[in-house]
Structures are given as C-alpha cells and as structure tokens.
Nanobody, 118 residues
Framework: RVQPVESGGGSVQAGGSLTLSCTAP????????MAWHRQAAGKQREWVSS???????SYTDSVKGRFTISKDKAKDTVYLQMNSLKPEDTAMYSC????????????WGQGTQVTVSS
C-alpha cells in the first residue's frame, strides 16, 4: 500500500501562487489517476482536481482557470499549480490515487498546508 507524499504548501498573500507536488511510487506503472482534495478548518474535505492515467484533467468550479494539474510520469509525481490564490483556498491539501483496485487501495497522504492571507 502506497502513501503519497505531498509538498509545496506555504503561506502567501492573495493573488500569489504556489505549486504543490504529490509523489506516489508505482502510480504510473499501475496506471492510476490522481486527485487533489482539500479540507479547510471546520469543513468537510472537498475534491479539487483530478488527472486520469491518460492525462485527462478536471477541476471543481471554484478553481477553474486558476489551478492547473499536471504529471511527470518519470517521477511518479503530480503537480497542482495554483495561481491567483484567494483566502478561501486556505486548507490542507492532500492527494490520493484512483482508478483500478491497486490505486483505490492506497492511503491518503499527510497533506500540505496552504494559507492565503488577504
């Protein structure tokens, strides 16, 4: 069972940018997709963006046009480029593989905190 490792979070002012990384060994070989989720304090976890094994991408409406998901197959890593950040983007961001049974069986990463100040 694989636990992805997230990194790249931090504190920025509104309008700033951050790039998050999520590394999950075996992600590419096992043809997994990857999804980013976030959880703000006192709120439920919400889906943010996904990239399929074939590279198809999708985003929740609140981040469309601002966030870009991509992957580096050679590094088993998925990135989330976040631009024009808003205070409401403040949350713990975590990733998880999806797709076939191997992918679904993996655990959540520890997460990386993103804090956006106004």
């Amino acid at each position: 069972r694989v636990q992805p490792v997230e990194s790249g979070g931090g504190s920025v002012q509104a309008g700033g940018s951050l790039t998050l990384s999520c590394t999950a060994p075996g992600f590419t070989y096992n043809t997994c997709g990857m999804a980013w989720h976030r959880q703000a304090a006192g709120k439920q976890r919400e889906w943010v963006s996904s990239i399929s094994s074939l590279g198809f991408t999708s985003y929740t409406d609140s981040v469309k046009g601002r966030f870009t998901i991509s992957k580096d197959k050679a590094k088993d890593t998925v990135y989330l480029q976040m631009n024009s950040l808003k205070p409401e983007d403040t949350a713990m961001y975590s990733c998880k593989t999806n797709g076939n049974s191997w992918c679904l069986d993996n655990s959540w990463g520890q997460g990386t905190q993103v804090t956006v100040s106004s």
